[in-house]
């Protein structure tokens, strides 16, 4: 369902539901041609969408990424992505300084 409310899609009958655009939890999916398509973790979605959608940071921002797992390096990567001018990792784990 689009944010207008409005089912598009069905299967025998029953709607094919999907939330903000994305279908990741569910059984089945409507998709561009295979050819444009791949498939992300959740935790990539996360880390890049709460950069580019929510946070919005401009080019030369410095960002900080919390955690290092894929989510963090995902958000890195937005900011990466965006242009900022320095990317902060912050993490507990002292190994994961690695992947950065």
């Known amino acids: 369902m689009i944010s207008d409310g409005k089912i598009r899609f069905f299967k025998d009958g029953k709607p094919i539901y999907h939330f903000l655009g994305t279908s990741t939890f569910n059984e089945y999916t409507v998709v561009s041609p295979r050819d444009k398509v791949c498939v992300l973790s959740y935790g990539i979605s996360t880390g890049l969408g709460a950069i580019l959608n929510v946070a919005k940071p401009t080019k030369g921002s ?6 290092l797992g894929a989510v963090g390096l995902a958000a890195a990567e937005g ?22």
């Not at 410095?62 to 955690?67: K, S």
């Open 62 to 67: 410095i960002v900080a990424a919390f955690g």
């Open 79 to 100: 900011a990466r992505i965006v242009g900022a001018s320095r990317i902060v990792p912050i993490d507990l784990n002292p190994n994961r300084f690695g992947k950065i």
